[in-house]
């Protein structure tokens, strides 16, 4: 409760600021729950740094790391009133406002992060984007590339089978909480910055993600096995509100624009090239890393149901990869 009115005395803050009449440059709030020092603080920085730059400073950036603006829900829902501008995420984040967004999390839609890009930058991608929208008022821009989210836990396994029951946090949307029970998991919702201290008090017994995501929450150090299912592969984008984007001047638009398509590239070449060295840093922490033991055909098959408990979703994870 006190970290919630922590919260919301900053952001009151930072509204306060963000619409004083005496402000020459035009302030950019970026809410991120993750380290400065993670791959995402970086690509942030590098937005901030590119935005200031080609705005010739008339765009201001100010980066709120660590979750200090509250869970990435809190974070979206202030969009709506101007007290966060930017986030720099995995598009289902939008999941409980708009529940088409979580297509891209479907999971085994892509058998590469090649071909996961390609569509989201073709006509199935661009479609999602502009009815998301049209549904909410929030704007996806610039997706990334990005790596396949595997499944990490405290205990000791050597495939999906050893980790049956286990329980496992997820995304609070449906589109994870029912596949991971489709996988065999307990699917536990829980905010993702408080998972590594209910991991070393055994409330839940793992997380799944991308690898560049766990090293940022730590996971190396509570974490004895990383299953590599591949369920689900999704990149980031930068999420803003749409009305207050083409409120910015022309020239700061484009500045804008510009600032998130270079450090969408940013994070996914770096993350591209930094996954085997996040790997070995794993195991020299003592995490093994296992194959799932399944075939990708047979998860496919135990995720069926979720096509009857997301019919929407299905219809737009087809369109989203052309099919």
């Known amino acids: 409760m006190l970290k919630l009115l922590k919260a919301a005395i900053l952001v009151a803050s930072i509204g306060m600021t963000t619409f004083s009449p005496a402000l020459a440059a035009q302030k950019v709030i970026v809410g991120?729950?993750?380290?400065?020092?993670?791959?995402?603080?970086?690509?942030l920085a590098l937005f901030k740094e590119r935005a200031e730059k080609y705005s010739?400073?008339?765009?201001?950036?100010?980066?709120?790391?660590?979750?200090?603006?509250?869970?990435?829900?809190?974070?979206?829902?202030?969009?709506?009133v101007n007290l966060v501008n930017v986030m720099f995420i995995q598009p289902d984040a939008l999941g409980q406002q708009v529940s088409i967004v979580t297509a891209n999390s479907w999971p085994f839609l892509f058998s590469n992060a090649d071909e996961m890009l390609?569509?989201?930058?073709?006509p199935g991608g661009k479609a999602l984007i502009a009815e998301v929208e049209k549904r909410s008022g929030y704007r996806m821009i610039a997706p990334s590339w990005n790596v396949p989210?595997?499944?990490?836990?405290s205990r000791e396994a050597k495939s999906l089978a050893d980790v049956k029951g286990m329980k496992i946090r997820v995304p609070g949307t449906a589109i994870y909480v029912n596949q991971l029970k489709y996988l065999g998991l307990s699917s536990?919702?829980?905010n993702i910055a408080e998972v590594f201290t209910a991991m070393q008090q055994k409330v839940v017994e793992g997380m799944e993600g991308a690898i560049s995501d766990m090293a940022t929450y730590s996971m190396q150090d509570v974490s004895k096995t990383a299953i590599k299912t591949g369920h689900v592969l999704s990149p980031k984008?930068?999420?803003?509100?749409?009305?207050?984007?083409?409120?910015?001047t022309p020239t700061n638009?484009?500045?804008?624009?510009?600032?998130a398509r270079e450090a969408s590239d940013f994070y996914g070449k770096t993350t591209q090239d930094e996954e085997k060295q996040l790997i070995a840093e794993f195991e020299k922490k003592g995490v093994k890393f296992v194959e799932a033991g399944v075939s990708v055909d047979d998860m496919r098959k135990m995720e069926e149901p979720l096509k009857k408990d997301l019919p929407e979703v299905w219809e737009w994870a087809q369109k989203l990869a052309g099919k």
């Open 188 to 190: 536990t919702p829980m």
């Open 149 to 153: 989210r595997w499944i990490y836990t």
């Open 237 to 248: 984008a930068f999420l803003t509100y749409g009305p207050w984007v083409d409120k910015l």
């Open 253 to 259: 638009k484009d500045a804008f624009y510009k600032a």
């Open 118 to 122: 390609k569509a989201w930058n073709g």
């Open 56 to 80: 010739n400073g008339d765009l201001q950036v100010d980066i709120f790391s660590n979750s200090q603006l509250g869970t990435f829900g809190t974070m979206a829902t202030q969009m709506k």
């Open 32 to 43: 991120d729950t993750g380290s400065p020092t993670g791959i995402i603080g970086r690509t």
